[in-house]
């Protein structure tokens, strides 16, 4: 029989798609900040830098962690809660708040029915904000609004968006398509944004004379269906 995988690999599994979401908005800063900790072996790290596309840099970069056991899944267990990790993606706060799993199997069972009950009231909320207007712009819509901007996609950045320079200049280093730029310096704001990251919000920053983006291209984030 197979030893049941250590809380700390089990933790991370059970978050991966989550994080991987999260993390490829930048995913050569979590790299560089790994492989600072040693988390990665020398292959390891060439394997995952050698990835062009974000998320998948992200999965491989989680992948090679966890095969290296629980010491190295522990190690970014705590970078994730780093300061550093923090202020760069707000939405990783849930790491702080996760607990290894080292319950019995009578009360994994009544976790999984609460998680359950939990998972239920937050689809339940998230539908009312969707009903209310007020929904939370998703990686379909910033996609679409990505292929609307032109060449001013930085001063957008910076005068709307808010978002710092040396980020954008990073975003143009990771990405050279023009449309997957746009849509990593969407994606970073909605991550800093969190909950007000909502469609009705990217609609207001976006619809100012100055950018002359055409109305029809960006007034799809103002339905409500």
Not at 91 to 103: C, E
Not at 214 to 224: A, C, G, K, N, V
Request: aromatic letters at 4%; glycine letters at 4%; a negative charge.
């Amino acid at each position: 029989m197979d030893e049941e995988p250590a809380g700390e690999i089990q933790l991370l599994r059970s978050q991966k798609a989550k994080l991987i979401e999260i993390l490829s908005a930048d995913a050569d800063f979590v790299l560089q900040h790994a492989d600072s900790r040693c988390l990665l072996s020398l292959s390891g790290y060439q394997q995952v830098k050698a990835c062009r596309i974000p998320s998948e840099k992200v999965r491989d970069l989680l992948d090679n962690i966890i095969q290296r056991g629980p010491k190295a899944a522990q190690g970014l267990l705590e970078l994730l809660k780093d300061e550093a990790l923090q202020e760069t993606f707000p939405m990783l706060q849930f790491v702080k708040d996760l607990q290894i799993n080292k319950l019995s199997s009578g009360e994994k069972e009544t976790s999984r029915k609460r998680k359950s009950t939990s998972d239920l009231q937050e689809t339940i909320s998230s539908q009312k904000i969707c009903n209310s207007g007020s929904h939370l712009v998703t990686e379909k819509q910033l996609m679409t609004v990505a292929r609307a901007i032109g060449r001013s996609w930085k001063e957008i950045g910076r005068c709307s968006l808010d978002i710092p320079s040396v980020r954008l200049e990073q975003i143009e280093e990771d990405h050279s398509l023009h449309t997957e730029r746009v849509f990593a310096m969407l994606r970073f704001w909605r991550n800093r944004q969190r909950e007000k990251a909502t469609a009705t919000h990217l609609h207001s920053l976006l619809s100012q004379e100055v950018w002359e983006l055409p109305p029809e291209s960006i007034d799809f984030l103002l339905e409500t269906d």
